[in-house]
């Protein structure tokens, strides 16, 4: 009997695990990849006359927001000699490392494009292909596990005077380094970790910056240290599921205000940290007070003359560029949209929310299609490597029955609105918010199914009190879901003691 076929659209981090996993439970993974390397947007490419449309949205300085304890997967830790906060560059190492490790490159189609993927009578899936310089191809495959993530198609404002504004206008998607702006006066819309990133980084190198809030205020500041840890080191597994949410709030107030220092007047945060995704950038004010970045509310319209007014009246003179740091939009273009997005339901939400909005059970599952998935496709807070992993785990779990198949359709709508309901409460209504999650309730609903759960009374009989004091609280980290069950890792017990201060010693591998 064949091996049941599974098509894999993407590369990067979740299309890696996606494989590696596929192998472990004797599958046969084909992953479509439509560049030349592995790593997705960890991969810096250059903007450039033969790549105007790169794959990649980083920029060459960025660093990960999330310490390495926290991103790595869960049977390949990353070295725990690497700095807390890895440059890009070391992302894609790890990634390397990983797929030589289980030697996952042979499974890979590079230079592949997906054009489509259409559902057959028999539930199977017809994908039809193109591999640089040859003819197009189409493959039938019994699950497709769609790993292209969210940050590829840009998402732009629409201001009175864009199509007249003389200067450089360009998303966030297309900068690359300050030099490209050497002399120049730029203003940043947008204040999310890539608007802050930019800013900062401008400020430093150019004539003049400003930063634009679409909202009104500025957003939380996250500081990526605190007592000289990184601060998602705190977010134990106790803090965040026992200490009240006000509480939280009030620690995150105290600990940013006295690690970065207050908001400028007039544009404080005006919601409460835990109400919309976080956004670090530790040296933010330490740049507004030397002028070189300034803050100024939403733009009313740009002008031909090069000037930019403002919804408060005033104007900026001379602006030779925008750039836009205003988010992505979800899309598949090889996939009909009314596989991610139910069309049915659009009109229960604003039209600015549905733009965004995806409609999967679990995170993953459309309910009206069967053996299709979308993995990491969660804005999460938090680490997001570990849950692509959790969702590629549990996705193959299913393929292979180890788990309960899918419920009817209406329940699987239930759950979601219900998911829906919840983000709306917590979160300020917006884009960028529709498939917000955080890491310990995600990874853990899955993991609960999966039997990997780390259940107190049977970490503390096969591994004693203390390694369950760390996993209870110490570093948050996916590889304590590798203590117990199914594809559980020999490993692991002492890769949480390393990550949480023993001194190293030789791990086994998994």
């Not at 490159?105 to 489509?116: A, G």
């Not at 404002?157 to 003389?166: I, L, S, T, V």
């Not at 993953?364 to 997001?384: C, E, R």
């Amino acid at each position: 009997m064949s091996k049941p076929r599974i098509a894999i659209i993407g590369a990067g981090a979740s299309g890696l695990t996606c494989i590696k996993q596929c192998l472990a439970d004797d599958l046969e993974p084909v992953c479509f990849e439509a560049f030349s390397s592995t790593a997705g947007l960890w991969r810096y490419t250059e903007v450039n006359e033969e790549n105007k449309d790169p794959h990649s949205s980083i920029y060459k300085s960025v660093i990960i927001n999330t310490s390495k304890e926290m991103s790595t997967f869960s049977d390949f830790p990353i070295p725990h000699d690497w700095p807390y906060f890895m440059h890009n560059k070391l992302v894609a190492k790890y990634f390397d490392l990983y797929a030589e490790r289980f030697q996952l490159i042979p499974h890979i189609k590079f230079n592949t494009t997906v054009l489509n993927a259409s559902i057959l009578p028999d539930q199977r899936w017809k994908v039809r292909y193109v591999t640089k310089g040859e003819d197009e191809i189409e493959s039938v495959f019994d699950y497709v596990m769609v790993c292209t993530g969210h940050h590829r198609y840009p998402r732009l404002p629409k201001y009175k005077g864009m199509d007249k504004f003389k200067g450089i206008q360009i998303h966030s998607h297309f900068y690359r380094e300050p030099t490209d702006f050497k002399n120049k006066r730029v203003v940043i819309v947008g204040c999310g970790n890539s608007g802050m990133d930019i800013s900062v980084e401008l400020s430093e190198n150019i004539e003049q910056a400003y930063i634009c809030v679409r909202r009104g205020t500025l957003p939380w500041i996250v500081p990526r240290l605190v007592y000289g840890k990184p601060v998602d080191h705190f977010t134990s597994r106790f803090f965040t599921g026992w200490i009240p949410q006000f509480i939280q709030n009030l620690l995150f107030k105290s600990t940013t205000k006295s690690a970065i220092g207050p908001p400028p007047p007039g544009f404080e945060p005006k919601t409460a940290p835990s109400s919309h995704h976080p956004t670090m950038k530790t040296n933010f004010y330490e740049r507004l007070s030397t002028g070189t970045l300034i803050v100024k509310p939403n733009i009313s319209q740009l002008n031909e003359d090069g000037s930019i007014e403002f919804v408060d009246g005033t104007k900026v003179e001379n602006i030779d560029a925008v750039i836009y740091a205003t988010g992505y939009q979800i899309e598949f273009p090889f996939l009909d949209r009314d596989i991610v997005c139910d069309k049915d339901v659009l009109e229960d939400f604003d039209e600015e929310y549905r733009e965004n909005l995806v409609w999967l059970y679990k995170r993953m599952f459309p309910p009206k299609y069967p053996n299709i998935a979308f993995i990491g496709l969660v804005q999460l807070i938090g680490a997001i490597f570990p849950l692509s992993e959790m969702q590629a785990r549990y996705v193959i779990s299913l393929v292979k029955g180890y788990v309960p198949p899918n419920p009817p359709i209406s329940e699987m709508h239930k759950e979601i609105r219900e998911h829906q309901k919840v983000l709306q409460k917590i979160f300020y209504k917006s884009p960028r918010h529709t498939i917000e999650g955080y890491f310990f309730p995600e990874l853990d609903s899955l993991a609960k199914d999966l039997g990997c759960y780390p259940y107190p009374m049977q970490i503390i009989r096969k591994y004693g009190f203390s390694l369950y004091l760390k996993v209870l609280f110490g570093i948050p980290n996916s590889i304590q879901y590798r203590l117990l069950g199914r594809q559980s890792w020999d490993g692991a017990a002492d890769a949480i003691r390393v990550y949480n201060g023993y001194e190293p010693y030789k791990i086994k591998q998994s």
